[in-house]
């Protein structure tokens, strides 16, 4: 059985070996998101004292970990070569990040889990869509986007200048 519960300090051990997992696989894609040690355990700790953190258990055991932004991503104030679904209305929607899948879970359809959760959340919050981001690279987490039906919506770029593609999901 799956349970998506947020995150608590006690996860902290199962859940960064994960983001090592990820963090080797991107680097076999050749780029070079992630590679500089994020997601931090410091970012991660942040997210749990904020409650946007969250974990996927299967028979009790943490197999994915993701961040919701419930109230507007600074980062996506902005968007070039392409608009938003929603328009520039901010607030309107929720950002998903952070997202990482333990290997020996890949392919088992969490992924899907997760978004259901995320839009499940926006619903009742009544927000109009998902929003995230990923880098242009990361062929893998882009096909499945778009097989969950995110759309392309263009360029954001991060605090730190990182150019990323920015896709939205309309709830």
């Not at 519960?5 to 902290?12: G, H, I, N, V």
């Not at 209305?89 to 995320?118: L, M, P, W």
């Not at 263009?154 to 709830?171: M, Q, S």
Request: aromatic share 8%; net charge neutral.
């Amino acid at each position: 059985m799956t349970v998506i519960r947020k995150t608590e300090t006690k996860d902290l051990d199962s859940i960064m070996p994960i983001f090592s997992e990820a963090r080797k696989t991107i680097a076999l894609l050749g780029i070079d998101q992630w590679q500089n040690g994020y997601p931090s355990r410091s970012i991660i700790e942040e997210d749990v004292k904020r409650e946007q953190s969250y974990c996927v258990l299967s028979d009790g055991k943490i197999i994915a970990t993701f961040a919701l932004i419930l109230h507007g991503e600074p980062t996506y104030d902005e968007i070039f070569d392409g608009n938003w679904l929603t328009g520039d209305e901010k607030g309107q929607y929720i950002a998903i990040h952070r997202v990482a899948i333990a290997i020996s879970s890949r392919g088992s359809g969490i992924s899907g889990k997760i978004i259901d959760f995320a839009a499940d959340i926006a619903r009742f919050l009544g927000k109009k869509s998902l929003r995230i981001d990923t880098h242009e690279g990361n062929v893998v987490m882009r096909r499945m986007l778009e097989k969950n039906h995110f759309v392309h919506c263009g360029t954001i770029y991060l605090n730190d200048g990182d150019k990323r593609v920015a896709y939205e999901k309309i709830l």
